[in-house]
């Protein structure tokens, strides 16, 4: 019977094998394309050595892509970092996005670190030697144009490996379901260790230890011996064991010289005229008269042997070999005078208290008074109006920071749960909303301090609500700027607005030594009510925090953030990045709720010496010929640097310094319009255009 089931099993599994054949045969596709999907390429298609690229599957580069790598230039073994993977391109039929990046020891060409991904948009594989970043089912971003981007976690080797190099490869699809049609990018980048790691603290080894070396005189009762292990056993044989032995320290050898008289009187607090002088005598004879008779029921509570860690040098075990005859005199005969409660006398010195136990950290009390009541510092006065507006403004910024009860009220948002871990652009709209009457006032609730996963809270708010809309991502991007060594540039903070926006709050990086005296200005074409909270604090050191709400709505250009450049910067690509070092990134609509939200990092191309420029300008207008205002008009240059600008109220457009001679691509993009791309070439002189959107 067994047999038969046995062969009617093989059969199935032969005949399932032989019909998916002829359906993979009959499409026309091999396995490796099958492998090649949303979720993630196959191992290996990174481009480092002894890899392939996504070309094995998809064309190759032949069109105006980018992708890049943002990582900072070094690494300090052990450290956990940020690292995020953009593309870009000008063409709108790119509209399906993956890539694959694996981080190797130049060395060995081996895996170097570990990645760990932290938002939705990625997943990581493995195999025997590497390990892979991939985008995920949702990553691929099915349907956006233009650019995205993808952040995930890396922590360095806990070891100096020297170089690390991250290769990378990049897919933007036309989404039509086959592999032809495909771009394919790659690139990479390498991290030198830094140039000195941090020496570490001495940890205290809680030595509380060297106390204790008189503690176990907690031999209460003149109980010879110094190992609290004596446990009178309250029958008196007068052969307590006795084994003086494992005396944790020289001290309590606690010789009772006075051999005790024949009668224990049961008080043997007195027999021990010598009371123990903790005079390691090395005479340990056969004193141990074992007069702990019957009395130390109660007090050998020698707990104190585990308090002295390091101090048991058990000093007198040479001694003691003889001791434990342990002849006690048989004097024990006289009975007991069933006296023995008031015995212990020799009560532990008090010392033991030493033990170092660890004091309980003070959690933060609970707040009272109402969420988003946090002005005048630090109680509030139970109102929420414009001054408590301001505060939030500045905790979202990173100018303030909240202390106790505080954060309970400042973390407000989303108001579902009172709150998610975390001070960002949510908080701000809801205390702004309690100011104007718009929700009712509560009292304080929710998370006390910062330890919540406020993104994993949030996307549980979001559900509950029945809010939660994967498709529904906002991107915010910087824009890319050329510079000369010497000169200023600007790059612009931009989003892509759904139109419901009232508060986007981030942290800038960038590199000091290179970039300095950042000066942040709202953009053209914010609305009157628009307010910026900057937060140069750290500047110097290559941070800064933004924060941008407003009373009516965000438009797509958000702030423009000007820089020095270094006189002696070296001719790079200086990467400036979003992060939340300083203030969270987080982007709030009108009610309270933070959206989900990508952040897309841009850079400056530093070069030697300016070249010869011109202006590139024109207007974009409907097919009637009316100005369109706030289109976005992208230009990427043959050397792949992109840059945006926003059409004004009829429509115009200009970039400045445009090197002459370039070749670029001129794209725009509208909620309502759409347009075909052109080449242009800058040349000396007007370069005006008109660009007209289709019927």
Known sequence: MVSRIHYIKISILILFSIGFAVVMISSGRSTISVEARSNGSPNGRTGAPGEQTCTSCHDANSGPGVVLINAPATYVPGETIQISVSQTTSSSSRRAWGFQ?????????????????????????????????????????????NSVSWTFNWTAPATNVGPVRFYVAGLQADDTGDESGDETYVTNVTLQPASATPTPTATPTSTPTATPTATPTNTPTATP?????????????????????????????????????????????????????????????????????????????????????????????????????????????????????????GTPTGTPTATPTATPTVTPTPATGYEGDISPRPNGDNMIVSNDVIQMRRFVAGIDTPNGSEFQRADCAPRLTNGDGAIDAGDLVQVRRYATNLDVAVGAAGPIDSTFSSELLSSLTRYVAGDLDISDVRTVRLTSANAIRGGRTSVSAEFDPRGDEAAISFTIEFDSSILSNPSVVLADGESDDSVLTVNYGEAGSGRIGVVVDSGSRLVNRLVVIT?????????????????????????????????????????????????????????????????????????????????????????YFRFSDVEIGTIGLLSVSSKRYRFNSRTVQVMEGSNNLNLVALE
């Open 225 to 345: 011996t110094a190992t609290p292990t004596n446990t009178p056993t309250a029958t008196p044989t007068a052969t307590p064991t006795n084994t003086p032995t494992a005396t944790p320290t020289a001290t309590p050898t606690n010789t009772p010289t006075a051999t005790p008289t024949a009668t224990p009187t049961n008080t043997p607090t007195a027999t021990p005229t010598a009371t123990p002088t903790n005079t390691p005598t090395a005479t340990p004879t056969a004193t141990p008269t074992s007069t702990p008779t019957a009395m130390p029921t109660a007090t050998p509570t020698n707990t104190p042997t585990a308090t002295p860690t390091a101090t048991p040098t058990s000093t007198p075990t040479a001694m003691p070999t003889a001791t434990p005859t342990n002849t006690p005199t048989a004097t024990p005969t006289a009975t007991p005078t069933a006296s023995p409660t008031a015995t212990p006398t």
């Open 563 to 651: 820089f020095d450049v270094a006189p002696d910067a070296k001719v790079c690509k200086s990467s400036i990045r979003f992060t939340d070092r300083v203030a969270n990134r987080s982007v709030s609509d009108s009610s309270g709720r933070t959206v989900r939200s990508q952040f897309s990092d841009g850079a400056v191309n530093i070069s030697d010496a300016d070249p010869q420029s011109a202006e590139l300008s024109g207007r974009v207008t409907t097919p009637d010929g009316r100005g369109l205002v706030n289109a976005v008009v992208t230009l990427i240059d043959s050397k792949g640097l992109v840059r945006d600008v926003v059409t004004g109220s009829f429509g």
């Open 101 to 145: 990046l694996t981080a190797l020891d130049t060395a060995t060409n081996s895996r170097a670190g570990t990645m760990a991904s932290t938002t939705a948009f990625t997943s990581v594989a493995a195999n025997a030697t590497r390990q892979y970043m991939n985008q995920s089912g949702l990553g691929n971003y099915n349907g956006q144009t």
